[in-house]
C-alpha cells in the first residue's frame, strides 16, 4: 500500500522560507518521477514541480520558478521543495505524488505566508 506522507508547513511572512518532505513508502520510490502539487482554498491542485527518476532533471511552474527547488533522497525515499522569497499567493496546502500515475493523495502540509 503506497503511503505519502508530507510536512514541513508552516506560517511565515512574505520573504520568508520553508522546507517541505515527503517521505514514501510502498513504492521503489527511485523508479519514479515525483512532483509537488498544491492547492488553495477554493482553486484547483496544480503543479508546482517534478523531478525525474534518474537523471535529477527538474521542472516548474512560471509561478515559483526561480524561487522554489525540488530535490530528491532516493536512499531515503524522501522529496524535498525548497521554497524562498515566499508571497501570499504561495498559500495553499502542498501534496507530493507520483508524477505520471498518482497514487492515494496524502494529508499535505499546509503552508500560509502571511504577515
Known amino acids: 500500500q503506497v503511503q505519502l506522507v508530507e510536512s514541513g508547513g508552516g506560517l511565515v511572512q512574505p520573504g520568508g522560507s520553508l522546507r517541505l518532505s515527503c517521505v514514501a513508502s510502498?513504492?521503489?520510490?527511485?523508479?519514479?518521477?515525483m512532483s509537488w502539487y498544491r492547492q488553495a482554498p477554493g482553486k484547483e491542485r496544480e503543479l508546482v514541480a517534478t523531478?525525474?527518476?534518474?537523471?535529477?532533471?527538474?521542472n516548474y511552474a512560471d509561478s515559483v520558478k526561480g524561487r522554489f527547488s525540488i530535490s530528491r533522497d532516493n536512499a531515503k525515499n524522501t522529496l524535498y521543495l525548497y521554497m524562498n522569497s515566499l508571497k501570499p499567493e504561495d498559500t495553499a496546502v502542498y501534496y507530493c505524488?507520483?508524477?505520471?500515475?498518482?497514487?492515494?493523495w496524502g494529508q499535505g502540509t499546509q503552508v500560509t505566508v502571511s504577515s
Open positions: 523531478i525525474t527518476a534518474t537523471d535529477g532533471g527538474t
Open positions: 510502498g513504492i521503489i520510490f527511485s523508479r519514479y518521477a
Open positions: 505524488n507520483d508524477r505520471w500515475a498518482p497514487r492515494a
